[in-house]
């Protein structure tokens, strides 16, 4: 068991303890997270664990699965199909020995309605409850600024988006907390920072959970800073000298700067550098970086780290020396592939979610700004094409896969017609001379049939896509079809053969050879 994992608190999950858990986490119903967690094998060679999109209802069985431990852990879209949440959450990356109770208690010194759960991969899941659905587009935007000032900005909030785009967009999941609740790692804490049962935690869920209008009504309260009118990055970094990234932040500042100061711009940079760095840059470098942005307009960085882990943008646009109407490069994550034979993707742009219809529009950056402009109606700034590709390998890197629905490619759609014509085009009586006239012949668990048959008396007319060759090529490689000889007569024709098909009972009648006339 690892270390602070809750064990002994029950048996199993009752029936009541099933329904308050789902009362919490509910979301959209049409499509759930399925997570095989990574093992080690005895050899101790590690199995890669795997995370996909089902597009499946969420059923009481996944539920209890989840609670009881069973593969795969669940894992809920929290915005429904009327783009309303009950729950959102802050998603912390593991951090080598991250301090949960650190965090835990900078929540509770800003007096923050959130629950924290310790993550399947060690790092942190911060939970905000609703007592009722409210707009995505709300908690989610309370989401944004909260992680801002926990300096968790760059960190993935949930709901990843304010609206799903249609009934086959299923959004993005979280892996829930609580797998295994006997015996759970994935456990939240109490305010003093122990490890919370799970009825400890529906204790937490009721004194945290927030009415809608509290949750309007919540303001987040940011630190005292000489920067109040600047970037909220600004703001939060400056609180304590700095160690690390001095020349990005000094990049930042030099931005902030010329806006706020344009004619004297120059004077304050480095005032700012003994300030605030533990170790400030040496003069001639100050000098050297003042002399190009003398030459240059530039604009804010807001992407990279450490502005990155402070940044709210919804707040910097409010600032008079913020971001303002400026044009910056949006926020992309959580590229999701849907499985089809030609797949087409979603991306969220800024929290608001595009479809591209192939991959090419994600890889070439006239195409991508083309779609994000026509979905949008927010036209992304060209960048360098280095920088481009620095953000699709990022996406692609961590692409989730969307299972498609059964029968949604061409080979379910062909092994559906293979069942469909041997179980439907065979019977008790059938003969081997049937299937010279197109029917099935069946015999030691083996349907037998004419590949020619099949494609023009059959597949033909359900307007298949494929060249007989390619077809032929699809039900050897992915149907489980050889080829075979056997004797009609003194004929020796060339048929497919399949493991027989399980079948109910069936009324068809196999057309029968017309007898030869014996004069």
């Known amino acids: 068991m690892e270390k602070g994992a809750v064990a002994g608190d029950l048996s199993r999950p009752d029936r009541n303890m099933v329904q308050k858990f789902k009362n919490i986490f509910s979301g959209l119903q049409r499509a ?50 009327d783009n309303k949440c009950k729950w959102g959450c802050i998603d912390i990356d593991s951090y080598a020995g991250f301090d949960h109770s650190k965090l835990t208690n900078k929540i509770k010194l800003l007096n923050l309605p959130l629950v924290t759960t310790r993550s399947k991969s060690g790092g942190a899941h911060v939970f905000l409850f609703t007592t009722v659905p409210v707009d995505a587009e709300l908690i989610r ?34 892996n829930l907390p609580y797998f295994n609740c006997k015996n759970t790692t994935r456990y939240a804490f109490m305010e003093n920072g122990q490890a919370a049962n799970i009825d400890s935690f529906f204790e937490l869920y009721e004194r945290n959970k927030v009415t809608p209008e509290k949750l309007e009504s919540l303001k987040v309260k940011r630190p005292d800073s000489e920067f109040s009118d600047g970037p909220p990055c600004l703001e939060s970094l400056t609180q304590n000298k700095l160690d690390d990234g001095r020349d990005r932040v000094i990049y930042q500042y030099i931005q902030y700067a010329k806006r706020k100061w344009p004619e004297e711009w120059t004077k304050k940079i480095n005032p700012f550098n003994y300030k605030y760095f533990t170790e400030p840059l040496d003069d001639k470098v ?117 299972k498609a629905p059964k029968g949604s490619s061409l080979i379910d759609q062909l092994k559906d017609h293979l069942e469909e014509y041997c179980t439907n085009r065979t019977a008790a009586n059938t003969t081997k001379e049937d299937i010279m006239r197109g029917n099935v012949y069946t015999a030691n668990g083996k349907h037998h049939f004419i590949f020619t048959k099949f494609f023009h008396g059959y597949l033909q007319r359900k307007k298949w896509p494929e060249k007989p060759q390619e077809t032929q090529q699809m039900l050897k490689e992915h149907c489980k079809c050889d080829d075979d000889r056997i004797f009609i007569g003194k004929k020796r024709p060339s048929v497919m053969i399949v493991d027989a098909f399980e079948k109910p009972e069936s009324t068809y009648k196999p057309k029968q050879l017309k007898p030869k006339d014996p004069f």
Not at 39 to 62: C, H, I, M, W, Y
Not at 340 to 351: A, C, F, Q, S, T
Not at 365 to 378: A, D, E, I, M, Y
């Open 32 to 81: 759930h997270g399925c997570t095989y967690v990574e093992k080690k094998n005895a050899d101790g060679t590690k199995v890669k664990g795997q995370s996909f999109v089902k597009r499946e209802p969420v059923t009481d069985q996944l539920w209890d699965n989840h609670l009881n431990g069973i593969e795969p852990s669940l894992g809920i879209i929290p915005i429904n199909e």
């Open 141 to 174: 935007n309370k989401l944004v600024s909260i992680s801002a000032v926990l300096g968790f900005g760059s960190s993935e909030v949930f709901p990843k988006q304010i609206e799903l785009k249609s009934k086959d967009d299923t959004g993005n999941f979280l």
């Open 286 to 402: 100050i000098q050297d970086k003042i002399k190009f942005h003398s030459k240059k307009e530039l604009g804010f960085k807001c992407n990279e780290e450490p502005m990155c882990n402070h940044c709210d943008k919804l707040l910097c646009k409010t600032r008079k020396f913020g971001i303002g109407g400026e044009a910056v490069f949006p926020i992309l994550s959580d590229l999701q592939k849907v499985e089809l034979d030609e797949p087409y993707y979603w991306v969220n742009v800024d929290g608001e979610r595009v479809k591209l219809e192939s991959i090419d529009h994600l890889l070439e950056q006239r195409l991508f700004r083309r779609t994000v402009t026509k979905q949008t109606n927010r036209k992304p700034p060209r960048i360098s094409v280095k920088e481009f590709e620095k953000y699709t390998d990022m996406l692609l890197a961590n692409v989730e896969i969307i």
